[in-house]
């Protein structure tokens, strides 16, 4: 059956075929519609969410090492709530690229640095335990006087004094045969040999007098005796000054003997020593007798003494005149009441004197170091130079740190009134250590026999020594000054050991470009190189401490009534604050907060903060000496030290620690450290801890690690693009 | 032999043809909200954008030389940065070594009244440029205080806009980017920022800041809640 289909009224062309392709290419049209849709919102979506993960990725872009450009160091004064005087801020700056966004980081960081330890002096470092007595009982009867049976030294100039008795001396000037100063008789050995012989003996020859060998021995052991308390006692007088640590008042004294007495009561007077000794903490106690031996009028002593050494010597007797040998009795009744006998003849015959010094516990013609007991120990906190600690330690009463190489080293002198240091042939110095400064690679040390000493820290070599130098020591950019020493003074010198000036004051501060000198109720602003007074200010009390502050430039001298001056660099006065203690002034401390300078003031009795107009709070000692006292992250971190009440010395008594709030003085922590005094502390940035030494060495150490600043802490990030 | 449509196939195919051409209509119409809905969306999300990119980029450079414990304060609807942008007319903060201040640094307040606190400086990093600007923010230990429009650089008396009365004499002030929702949409100190912006919500404690933004543009609503880690 044929199909009768309908058609359009006009011819289209298009088979059925046709209509399928129209109707998919509409579909295919939507289908693409559709994707592109679809595609375009995907595409936004992702773009959004990339933009979100920029940010994202963005947040915690952190400077790495690798990507780093550079970092610069920068050293500022010190942070808030630190001591100005001990701390200064590093900032570290450092500068790094974040690659795909092509922005470069400037990180900032901080933390706290060094400027230096806070050593403080120590005056008196006593040890009972190694407590040392001695008397030096000089035989001044006029048989000193006698031939020695040595002639005179050729070489050495020798002073006849007024008196009559001859001593070696350094008189400055040149002497060819003899000269005459007034009532002063210089003259050469050689020439004395012939023309000022001594007077002889029955059996002794020689022109040398005893006396000249005995006086050469006694101040040359005398110079180097330190950690020791001496007395000076004739056999004539008796004791003619008591026991004493300063040498200067028995060289004096020994100064002042002539040996023109009559007799020479030596077991008499080696006898009555024995009630000399009244000290009950005393350790040693020493008898140096320097005798010739000749008893005169000698041997009144108990009866049970005079043959004390059962040795049934005829002559242990009392004898009108020479010849009786009761001393070698007193000797061992000495010894046995635990006092040393040391004798130093001064004649060639010894036999006796010998015996003597054997039965008395001691030795015949003992050196310095018979003398003084060996102890080691420390007077000072350690040095940190790098990642070394020196030990400062003292052995035989002498600074003598096994560290340091003394080879090579030039010694000086500075010549009396002169202000000249004048080259010196031996090598020696004496004394402890008393007070440390650290200027640069150079270590300058003072000791108690007023040598100061300069060591270099790279070789550990000691470059230098003067003698005549001691007391505290201040150094900035080779400029130093030190003192006041034994003689008062307080000198200047330079880096090529030139006194530039000297001044009689009691203490003395050293500031980038001038000198703060303080003489009594006086303060002295001096020219740095010629000592030339700029301004003075007078207070109405005495000063008894002087400190500098390098943050606000403030000088702050602290009165002996506690009250302290706070002035500017051209001494105009700012400010005086009381602590209300009324007692001598200590140190004085600064530390800034909200950039207020805040004062940690220390008398003899407390320890007290301070703003410039009012007490914040006041921390008594209760009995406490100060020992020093720093602020780190606003705390105060105080040293004291309890005197044992029975025995003095740096090995007595405890010393505690104190970590204080610096706003309202709680008391945070506190703990007994060791037995003795305490050095310190001694800061240890790097091992993030503070430690206290004693006199042993022992150490007591405090984590610091949770302090703000210890470590490196942000200051956040500047970004750059580009 | 041909013949013509017959009525009814007529009416079908004026029937079908309607029907799509309704259909396309349909179709057109929906395309265009769909279009329409994405631009409010963008709108909203490129707000949000905005805003994240520039909270972040001040976020990031908080504090920069000044107290970290300063470095984010919020109050209700502003938050307080921090710091101030490096501009043609402003280096930003420095380290100076000459005027020997260490950071971080912070001006200190002196004195306080109701409308203003008087600053111990107003440069704090001894480079001799005044470092408060007028519209910008700065944050106190008591609190957060934005600066007047009305504020002449350079005078240690600054004029502020909320009430000074948290802050104290003798506590640190430090120049902060503020952010601020009013009802044109978020600024940027005293700028505006984003117009769709219209939630700005700040919640902070020790470790995270949370920001809860929301923008709106036609009918279209945009939230992001966004955790920022601050240590």
Redesign the interface.
């Known amino acids: 059956m044929a199909m009768n289909r309908?058609?359009?009224?006009m011819d289209t062309g298009s088979g059925s075929s046709g209509w399928v392709l129209v109707c998919v290419m509409i579909f295919l049209l939507v289908v693409q519609a559709s994707a592109v849709?679809i595609a375009?919102?995907v595409k936004?979506g992702t773009r959004?969410a990339k933009?979100?993960c920029d940010?994202e990725q963005?947040?915690y872009?952190e400077p790495s090492p690798a990507s780093g450009l550079d970092s610069r160091h920068?050293t500022?004064?010190?942070?808030?709530g630190w001591s100005h005087r001990y701390f200064m801020?590093s900032?570290e700056?450092r500068r790094s690229r974040c690659i795909d966004d092509n922005i470069e980081i400037k990180s900032?960081y901080?933390k706290v640095c060094l400027s230096c330890e806070p050593h403080r002096e120590i005056q008196n470092a006593w040890l009972w335990g190694c407590s040392t007595y001695i008397i030096v009982l000089v035989d001044d009867s006029e048989s000193m006087n006698w031939s020695s049976g040595a002639g005179y030294d050729p070489g050495i100039t020798y002073l006849k004094r007024p008196t009559g008795e001859v001593v070696k001396t350094s008189c400055g000037f040149d002497v060819q045969d003899f000269v005459k100063v007034g009532p002063l008789l210089y003259f050469k050995g050689e020439y004395g040999n012939s023309h000022f012989p001594a007077p002889l003996s029955s059996y002794f020859m020689g022109a040398m007098p005893r006396w000249t060998l005995a006086f050469g021995y006694l101040t040359g052991i005398v110079e180097g005796l330190d950690m020791v308390k001496v007395a000076v006692a004739t056999t004539s007088r008796g004791i003619i000054q008591p026991f004493t640590s300063d040498m200067r008042q028995v060289e004096a004294a020994i100064d002042s003997i002539h040996p023109h007495a009559v007799s020479s009561p030596l077991a008499h007077s080696l006898f009555s020593l024995k009630a000399e000794f009244k000290d009950k903490c005393v350790q040693n106690r020493y008898v140096l007798l320097v005798t010739d031996g000749d008893e005169l009028k000698d041997g009144d002593v108990p009866d049970d003494i005079k043959d004390f050494d059962m040795d049934s010597d005829p002559m242990d007797k009392y004898v009108e005149g020479l010849g009786s040998r009761c001393l070698d009795d007193v000797a061992s009744y000495l010894k046995s009441m635990d006092v040393r006998v040391f004798v130093k003849g001064a004649c060639p015959d010894e036999t006796f004197l010998r015996e003597v010094a054997r039965k008395g516990g001691g030795i015949y013609s003992p050196a310095r170091q018979d003398l003084v007991p060996e102890c080691v120990f420390i007077s000072q906190m350690p040095v940190i130079y790098g990642a070394e600690e020196l030990e400062l330690t003292n052995c035989h009463g002498v600074f003598s740190p096994k560290w340091l190489s003394t080879d090579g080293a030039m010694s000086y002198e500075l010549e009396g009134e002169k202000p000249i240091i004048a080259k010196k042939s031996d090598t020696g110095f004496s004394g402890v250590v008393v007070d440390t400064c650290v200027d640069g690679a150079t270590l300058y040390c003072s000791t108690s026999r007023d040598y100061l000493l300069s060591m270099d820290l790279e070789s550990k070599a000691l470059k230098w020594m003067i003698h005549g130098l001691g007391g505290k020591i201040r150094a900035l950019n080779d400029t130093i000054v030190v003192g006041p020493g034994k003689d008062g003074f307080v000198y200047v010198i330079n880096s090529d050991l030139k006194v530039l000036w000297k001044a009689n004051c009691a203490l003395a501060l050293l500031t980038p470009g001038c000198v703060y000198t303080v003489n009594g109720a006086d303060i002295e602003k001096r020219d740095m190189n010629t000592g030339e007074i700029y301004s003075l200010f007078s207070a109405g009390m005495d000063f008894s401490s002087i400190d500098y502050d390098p943050f606000y430039g403030f000088v702050i001298a602290g009165t002996s009534s506690g009250d302290f001056y706070v002035f500017d660099a051209e001494l105009g006065l700012h400010y005086i604050i009381n602590t209300y203690s009324d007692s001598p002034a200590q140190d004085a401390g600064v530390f800034t907060w909200?950039?207020?300078p805040y004062f940690v003031l220390a008398t003899d009795m407390g320890l007290s903060v301070n703003t410039t107009d009012s007490l914040l709070w006041y921390h008594p000692f209760d009995g406490c000496s100060y020992t020093g006292a720093v602020v780190m992250d606003s705390r105060i971190y105080l040293g004291t030290w309890k005197r044992s009440d029975t025995c003095q010395g740096i090995d007595a008594g405890k010393s505690f620690l104190d970590i204080l709030d610096a706003f309202t003085g709680d008391k945070l922590e506190r703990e007994v450290l060791f037995q003795g005094m305490a050095f310190g502390p001694v800061i240890d940035l790097a091992s993030s801890q503070v430690y206290y030494v004693n006199w042993k060495g022992d150490r007591v150490s405090k984590d610091i690690s949770g302090l703000r600043g210890i470590h490196y802490?942000?200051?956040?990030?500047?970004?750059?693009r580009g | 032999m041909?013949?013509?449509?017959t009525l009814i196939e007529l009416l079908v195919s004026l029937f079908i043809g309607m029907a799509l051409i309704l259909g396309l209509y349909r179709i057109n119409s929906m395309?265009r909200d769909?279009a329409s809905k994405?631009r409010h969306s963008?709108y909203c999300?490129q707000s949000i954008?905005n805003c994240?990119?520039h909270i972040?980029?001040d976020?990031?450079?908080?504090?920069?030389?000044?107290p970290?414990d300063l470095?984010l304060q919020v109050n209700g609807n502003s938050l307080f940065i921090a710091?101030l942008p490096?501009s043609d007319r402003y280096p930003?903060l420095n380290?100076n070594?000459r005027s020997?201040?260490?950071?971080?640094y912070f001006a200190?307040v002196e004195d306080v009244s109701n409308a203003w606190i008087r600053l111990?400086t107003i440069d704090i990093d001894g480079d001799a440029k005044p470092d408060f600007w007028a519209e910008t923010g700065i944050i106190t230990d008591g609190g957060p205080l934005k600066i007047s429009h009305n504020y002449s650089r350079g005078n240690i008396i600054i004029p502020v806009g909320f009430s000074a009365s948290t802050c104290r004499a003798?506590d640190?002030a430090v120049p902060a980017v503020v952010y601020e929702l009013r009802p044109k949409g978020l600024y940027r100190n005293g700028q505006l920022l984003a117009e769709s912006i219209t939630g700005f919500d700040l919640l902070l404690n020790s470790s995270v800041l949370k920001l809860h933004l929301r923008a709106s543009h036609g009918h279209e609503q945009k939230e992001v809640v966004y955790g920022?880690?601050i240590r």
């Open positions: 309908r058609k359009l009224f849709g375009e919102l936004y959004s933009a979100f940010i963005g947040l872009v920068l500022l004064g010190a942070p808030e801020t900032i700056l900032a901080w909200r950039k207020k802490s942000t200051l956040g990030k500047c970004l750059k | 041909y013949r013509g449509f395309f769909a994405i963008r999300i954008r994240l990119v972040n980029m976020l990031l450079q908080r504090a920069y030389l000044l970290q470095a710091g490096v930003g380290v070594i020997g201040m260490v950071p971080p200190v111990d003798g640190r920022y880690r």
